[in-house]
């Protein structure tokens, strides 16, 4: 059963002087744009005159460029190659004020890359064609050394967060030294597919596809997800666990609490969900690590959750972009379930 609870005012805590420390896979986000008048005669394709490129930070480097955006204090920890690309990010990181003694350059593997043609008719919105993915997993001597310099990154850091794409910089390989360092401050996990391996860290970040697979069936209905989220929230030994549902809101189970259900925050229908997940942990993060309060974290990020989906490609929301959306608003209704 649903029970309604008051309306409550939010606010952002200042999260300036927190250092949080981000581990996994940092990626770059190129966006090429062009236009599109015809279709190829060598294939049913459409020829794109090229206009313009730029990269973005994604995946771990998302999450890092939205906490800066918050005002934290950012320590990256990841592999790049010895390319062009890995010299890009580096750059892009240091542009934005990420600390990036922890990313480590490795000869032999290529810089993951994820590269997004958008094109479309003169006068008209880009809309992408294709993505093509780049990049190589690092090896166990790879792993060995990101262990080293998350040791080194976390020291008198306010949390860890882990953002597992799967491409090896964060893997199943590193949960047990996140397990030992949840005793001592908040760790945060998302893990497109390795959550299971996650256990005794503070909270972990799946959407719905994520939660199912981690339950191994399907939740066809609000019940099932609540009771997967429960059995994970157990299993996993975790404090708590933040369920994405893109319009369907988000639940937050936490340990000895009721599950929390919150709706959709902002328009229903999302303009673009890229990179919307790191937003969410970013901010779940930088709150948690400041006033260890999950709900506060929950409703904060999932205002933010709804800002990030109304802008277009890999992008951030800024601390004075919540503030001006918290103004004379609730964040989203919120309600217990028994």
């Given at each position: 059963?649903?029970?309604?609870?008051?309306?409550?005012?939010?606010?952002?805590?200042?999260?300036?002087?927190?250092?949080?420390?981000?581990?996994?896979?940092?990626?770059?986000?190129?966006?090429?744009?062009?236009?599109?008048?015809?279709?190829?005669?060598?294939?049913?394709?459409?020829?794109?005159?090229?206009?313009?490129?730029?990269?973005?930070?994604?995946?771990?480097?998302?999450?890092?460029?939205?906490?800066?955006?918050?005002?934290?204090?950012?320590?990256?920890?990841?592999?790049?190659?010895?390319?062009?690309?890995?010299?890009?990010?580096?750059?892009?990181?240091?542009?934005?004020?990420?600390?990036?003694?922890?990313?480590?350059?490795?000869?032999?593997?290529?810089?993951?890359?994820?590269?997004?043609?958008?094109?479309?008719?003169?006068?008209?919105?880009?809309?992408?064609?294709?993505?093509?993915?780049?990049?190589?997993?690092?090896?166990?001597?790879?792993?060995?050394?990101?262990?080293?310099?998350?040791?080194?990154?976390?020291?008198?850091?306010?949390?860890?967060?882990?953002?597992?794409?799967?491409?090896?910089?964060?893997?199943?390989?590193?949960?047990?030294?996140?397990?030992?360092?949840?005793?001592?401050?908040?760790?945060?996990?998302?893990?497109?597919?390795?959550?299971?391996a996650f256990r005794g860290?503070?909270?972990?970040?799946?959407n719905a596809a994520e939660?199912?697979?981690?339950?191994?069936?399907?939740?066809?209905?609000?019940?099932?997800?609540?009771?997967?989220?429960?059995?994970?929230?157990?299993?996993?030994?975790?404090?708590?666990?933040?369920?994405?549902?893109?319009?369907?809101?988000?639940?937050?189970?936490?340990?000895?609490?009721?599950?929390?259900?919150?709706?959709?925050?902002?328009?229903?229908?999302?303009?673009?969900?890229?990179?919307?997940?790191?937003?969410?942990?970013?901010?779940?993060?930088?709150?948690?690590?400041?006033?260890?309060?999950?709900?506060?974290?929950?409703?904060?990020?999932?205002?933010?959750?709804?800002?990030?989906?109304?802008?277009?490609?890999?992008?951030?929301?800024?601390?004075?972009?919540?503030?001006?959306?918290?103004?004379?608003?609730?964040?989203?209704?919120?309600?217990?379930?028994?």
């Open positions: 059963m649903l029970v309604s609870r008051p309306r409550m005012r939010l606010t952002l805590p200042d999260l300036r002087g927190l250092t949080i420390a981000v581990v996994g896979d940092y990626v770059a986000d190129e966006y090429v744009y062009g236009e599109t008048e015809r279709i190829s005669r060598e294939a049913p394709v459409p020829i794109v005159r090229y206009e313009r490129s730029e990269m973005k930070l994604g995946a771990a480097g998302n999450v890092a460029s939205n906490l800066r955006a918050l005002g934290v204090g950012v320590r990256a920890v990841g592999m790049l190659g010895g390319d062009a690309w890995g010299r890009a990010l580096r750059r892009a990181c240091r542009a934005a004020g990420i600390d990036v003694r922890g990313l480590l350059v490795e000869s032999g593997i290529d810089t993951p890359v994820k590269t997004r043609v958008l094109a479309g008719a003169l006068q008209t919105s880009r809309q992408q064609l294709l993505r093509l993915d780049r990049g190589s997993a690092i090896d166990g001597a790879g792993a060995r050394r990101l262990e080293g310099a998350v040791r080194k990154a976390v020291r008198g850091a306010d949390a860890l967060v882990v953002s597992d794409y799967g491409i090896g910089n964060a893997g199943a390989w590193i949960a047990p030294l996140c397990a030992r360092l949840a005793r001592s401050m908040p760790v945060c996990v998302d893990s497109r597919y390795g959550l299971a860290v503070t909270l972990i970040k799946p939660l199912a697979a981690l339950a191994g069936d399907g939740l066809a209905t609000p019940i099932d997800v609540l009771r997967a989220g429960r059995n994970a929230l157990r299993r996993q030994r975790l404090e708590a666990l933040l369920v994405t549902r893109g319009r369907d809101g988000m639940v937050l189970f936490e340990r000895g609490s009721r599950p929390t259900t919150l709706q959709v925050s902002g328009p229903p229908e999302a303009v673009d969900v890229t990179g919307a997940g790191d937003t969410v942990l970013a901010v779940a993060a930088a709150v948690l690590a400041k006033t260890g309060d999950f709900k506060l974290a929950a409703r904060l990020a999932n205002v933010a959750g709804g800002l990030v989906v109304q802008k277009r490609g890999t992008a951030v929301v800024s601390a004075q972009d919540i503030e001006e959306a918290l103004e004379g608003s609730d964040g989203g209704w919120e309600a217990s379930v028994r």
